[in-house]
Nanobody, 120 residues
Framework: QVQLQESGPGLVKPSQTLSLTCTVS??????????WSWIRQPPGKGLEWVGA???????FVSPSLKSHTSISRDTSKNQFSLQLSSVTPEDTAVYYC????????????WGQGTQVTVFS
């Protein structure tokens, strides 16, 4: 059973960088051919795919967020991370880390989610 757990600050000030980490257990983030994604849900809105890192380390980011988003991993800790720079209140959301099963953007395991609020 794969388990994912998000960690990071719940409050971030505008223009700062948001950093979130997902710790994975029950499976390796280097196992072919899985993708590991970040998804967010702003208050009152639907789910938004942010980006992903593949089993081989290649990364994919939503075009609308690409200019200030990066995804990385630490294979020694079986973790992957999200960094959003220059955040604004529009980045306020519940952030989920997920494993994609069949293909990218097809999550089969979810973390519980972590609330991130951007406010001054």
């Amino acid at each position: 059973q794969v388990q994912l757990q998000e960690s990071g600050p719940g409050l971030v000030k505008p223009s700062q960088t948001l950093s979130l980490t997902c710790t994975v257990s029950g499976g390796s983030i280097t196992t072919s051919y899985y993708y590991w994604s970040w998804i967010r849900q702003p208050p009152g809105k639907g789910l938004e795919w942010v980006g992903a890192i593949a089993y081989d380390g290649s990364t994919f980011v939503s075009p609308s967020l690409k200019s200030h988003t990066s995804i990385s991993r630490d294979t020694s800790k079986n973790q992957f991370s999200l960094q959003l720079s220059s955040v604004t209140p529009e980045d306020t959301a519940v952030y989920y880390c997920v494993r994609d099963g069949i293909a990218i953007k097809t999550p089969d395991y979810w973390g519980q989610g972590t609330q991130v609020t951007v406010f001054s």
